[in-house]
């Protein structure tokens, strides 16, 4: 009964902003680390970020660094990604994600719930 719904996707243009939502239900959230992947069409899925449940460790993907925050909030039961500054290469299906892990997080086996994802996709 876990489960994490993605909001916030949209078409934009390079070099605008977006800020996705994943509301989570179904467990105890803040001990839960929560993460970002997207895949884009005929690509592999990728890692984006992730955050712990103290919000204190926060790795970013090499793409995104400087451009996108994660952040969370625990009562809320929610994890955000702003992202800046967006190029076309940014265009993908976004996937909120929860693990049980601190480390080794790019892997996607190391996530235990997925959500159905929300499409972003940005423009030349």
């Known amino acids: 009964q876990v489960q994490l719904e993605e909001s916030g996707g949209g078409l934009v243009q390079a070099g605008d902003s977006l800020s996705l939502s994943c509301a989570a239900s179904?467990?105890?959230?803040?001990?839960?680390?929560m993460g970002w992947f997207r895949q884009a069409p005929g690509k592999e899925r990728e890692f984006v970020a992730a955050?712990?449940?103290?919000?204190?460790?926060?790795p970013y993907a090499d793409s995104v660094k400087g451009r996108f925050t994660i952040s969370r909030d625990n009562v809320k039961k929610t994890v955000y990604l702003q992202m800046n500054s967006l190029k076309p290469e940014d265009t993908a299906v976004y996937y909120c994600?929860?693990?049980?892990?601190?480390?080794?997080?790019?892997?996607?086996?190391?996530?235990?719930?997925w959500g159905q994802g929300t499409q972003v996709t940005v423009s030349s």
């Open positions: 179904g467990l105890t959230f803040r001990t839960y680390t």
């Open positions: 955050i712990s449940w103290g919000g204190n460790n926060t």
């Open positions: 994600a929860a693990s049980v892990a601190s480390y080794n997080l790019v892997v996607s086996g190391r996530w235990a719930y």
